[in-house]
């Protein structure tokens, strides 16, 4: 641990060998049964938390509420400023929590800075945004009316985040939240539970500096059970959850009982389409980056890669060939491109996959496995793969969250590779590869990629901030992060003011008395 600076991390960021796993802000507490972190990178146990009950959980949802009162009736440009000093706080501790991202997850260390980078760019983002929760004015149908539109804060969300992005996730979610007025109550992924403590600590801080009531900002700690409390809560109007479609569906459900708002990121599975126009270095680093970036473990990772036939072999030699340049072990260690998967779960998980790629008649060109030897102790460092697969087979029309590439052949018109890009249950994110403007037009219009992210010439994954994330059918429907993403967070209120002395009825109706 002291190689890497982890131990420092840990005492900067508060995060202790036992926390308490349920918090109101400056409070922590909790009895529950203990949750322990396992890195994935050592197999240590980093820390422990506890789980938080049910009488823990009635706390957090009372003293939100209460929060929520007084919170609401701040002007929206001072919550911007706690946002901001939110921010600054990330500033300070970037290189501590980006470490143990890390660590805990077991991604890059360079990702685990730019996870907690994008963290910072959301709270710029909505400390602007602050300033602009803007609704319409519209011209009334009747003399004298004047009718606008505005967004009022909404109450207590609910966000539920997954293990692969443990904290950036989280901060789209609340840092908007907060400048629109909302409490938050975070259900961070049971296997990274100690970098929801180091935030919930970062932003306790400045709640408390500022004086400001607890409840704004509140952390649970469990496995579904306490997730269903959220779900199942009319006191929580919105549930922001990502995760699998299998969880979104149950969610989903969940939430709609009640009548409840849910905002859903659920899987991916994303391909990019190489035309004959490409420029193949540049597809070689996106792919290659999309699809062994964070052991593939992104909702935006790159699963497939639909090549045109007169490129077909082109490609195919560069990314095997790229292929044999990556270095796994030890994410901390700056010189590897790929650290481990999350647990040995998704080792079975990565390997029951390639058995069955095997299985469909799907060619290996880079062969998977899993690592063994000195570093590798963990057993969850896998290299990389990739086979010749169609997009048909069921295992390749499934999320596998693991660094698996597959790769098919397209010939004729764009649209055949959009046919097949398309024909999967996901729509979160897709790429075309092409200087070939009327092609990278098609992919981009009515009838092109139906993903929530279409890019060109860049990647499947590493979206920015400022956009709307998120996509379309199985992947969820929901946005967040940037564009009008905000007002999912609040509650539209349309206003007709009457400024005469008549009250004339709209339609033109008459009513005489
Ligand atoms: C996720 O994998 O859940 O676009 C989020 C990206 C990152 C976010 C991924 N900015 O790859």
């Avoid at 062994?292 to 990314?319: F, W």
């Avoid at 990278?440 to 929530?452: K, N, P, T, Y």
């Avoid at 946005?479 to 007709?496: F, H, L, P, V």
Wanted: proline share 3%.
């Amino acid at each position: 641990l002291e190689d890497y600076g982890i131990r420092e991390a840990l005492e900067k960021l508060g995060v202790k060998e036992i926390n308490e796993g349920t918090s109101t802000g400056s409070h922590w507490f909790g009895e529950g049964e203990l949750i322990e972190s396992v890195s994935p990178v050592d197999d240590q146990v980093i820390g422990k938390v506890r789980q938080t009950n049910k009488e823990d959980y009635e706390k957090v949802v009372a003293t939100a509420g209460a929060a929520f009162k007084q919170w609401r009736t701040m002007p929206a440009p001072q919550r911007g400023e706690i946002v901001r000093q939110f921010g600054e706080e990330l500033r300070a501790f970037k290189e501590p929590l980006g470490k143990l991202v890390s660590y805990e997850m077991g991604k890059s260390l360079q990702e685990g800075y730019g996870e907690v980078q994008e963290m910072i760019d959301i709270c710029d983002f909505a400390v602007g945004l602050s300033r602009q929760l803007h609704g319409l004015t519209m011209h009334s149908e009747r003399p004298g009316h004047r009718m606008y539109e505005q967004y009022h804060p909404l109450g207590i969300v609910g966000i539920i985040s997954a293990f692969n992005f443990p904290v950036a996730v989280w901060s789209w979610n609340t840092a908007l939240a907060w400048v629109c007025g909302d409490v938050c109550i975070w259900k961070p992924s049971e296997k990274t539970p100690l970098t929801a403590v180091a935030c919930q600590n970062l932003i306790a801080r400045v709640l408390k500096k500022n004086d400001l009531p607890e409840g704004i900002s509140c952390l649970i700690n469990g496995n579904y059970k306490v997730g269903e409390w959220l779900t199942s809560d009319k006191r929580v109007p919105l549930i922001s959850a990502t995760g699998s479609i299998r969880m979104g569906k149950i969610v989903a459900q969940e939430v709609a009982k009640r009548l409840g708002k849910s905002l859903l990121e659920l899987g991916g599975n994303n391909a990019i389409i190489v035309t004959p126009d490409a420029d193949i270095k540049m597809t070689v680093i996106g792919a290659v980056f999309g699809a062994v970036g964070t052991c593939g473990q992104r909702c935006t990772s790159t699963r497939r890669l639909i090549v045109h036939e007169d490129v077909y072999d082109q490609v195919k030699e560069a990314i095997t060939d790229a292929y044999k340049q990556l270095k796994i072990g030890n994410p901390l260690d700056q010189n590897n491109h790929v650290g481990p998967l999350i647990d040995k779960d998704a080792v079975s998980n990565y390997l029951n996959a390639l058995d069955q790629v095997k299985k469909h008649g799907g060619n290996i060109l880079v062969e998977g496995g899993v690592l063994e030897g000195e570093g590798f102790e963990s057993g969850c460092y896998v290299k990389p793969a990739i086979a010749e697969a169609e997009n048909h087979w069921d295992i390749v029309q499934e999320e596998t969250f693991a660094p698996i590439l597959y790769l098919m052949k397209y010939s004729g018109d764009v649209e055949n590779a959009i046919e097949l890009q398309n024909g999967v249950v996901q729509g979160l994110s897709s790429a075309i590869m092409t200087t070939n403007l009327r092609e990278a037009e098609r992919f981009l219009s009515a009838a092109g990629s139906d993903c929530g992210i279409a890019n060109v010439n860049i990647g499947t994954s590493g979206a920015e901030i400022g956009g709307a994330f998120g996509g379309e059918k199985e992947t969820g429907g929901g946005r967040e992060s940037g564009s009008d993403a905000w007002k999912i967070y609040m509650r539209r209120q349309t206003n007709t003011i009457n400024y005469t002395t008549e009250l004339p009825l709209a339609q033109g109706i008459k009513f005489d008395l």
